[in-house]
Nanobody, 124 residues
């Protein structure tokens, strides 16, 4: 199966930036789409962003539109989430996930493989 490892989380001041990485390894990576989800304390896991295999299609939750950018480097089997203008409400554990399906990329149930998560904390 595919193994996913997130990195790049940490503590940052409001207005700052972080770049999360998601390294994929294992049997196969192609042709998976990749998504990012987050879970804040006491809240349900929510969709953040998703990107198709080719990168031609992206989706963002309204709360991060214009601040976050999802991308990928398939040659390195790595996905990225660039997070700018961070707000305290962005504080959460961020998870990357992949799916071989081509439908409902904003729905967590459609993803087959998940990383362990990386903590992002934004101070006010």
């Amino acid at each position: 199966q595919v193994q996913l490892v997130e990195s790049g989380g940490g503590l940052v001041k409001a207005g700052g930036s972080l770049r999360l990485s998601c390294a994929a390894s294992g049997r196969t990576f192609s042709p998976s789409a990749m998504g990012w989800f987050r879970q804040a304390p006491g809240k349900e896991r929510e969709f953040v962003a998703a990107i198709s295999w080719s990168g031609s299609t992206t989706y963002y939750v309204d709360a991060v539109q214009g601040r976050f950018t999802i991308s990928r480097d398939n040659a390195k089997n790595t996905g990225f989430l660039q997070m700018n203008s961070l707000k305290p409400e962005d504080t959460a554990v961020y998870y990357c996930a992949t799916t071989n399906n081509i439908r409902a990329l904003t729905t967590a149930q459609q993803y087959n493989y998940w990383g362990q998560g990386t903590q992002v904390t934004v101070s006010s």
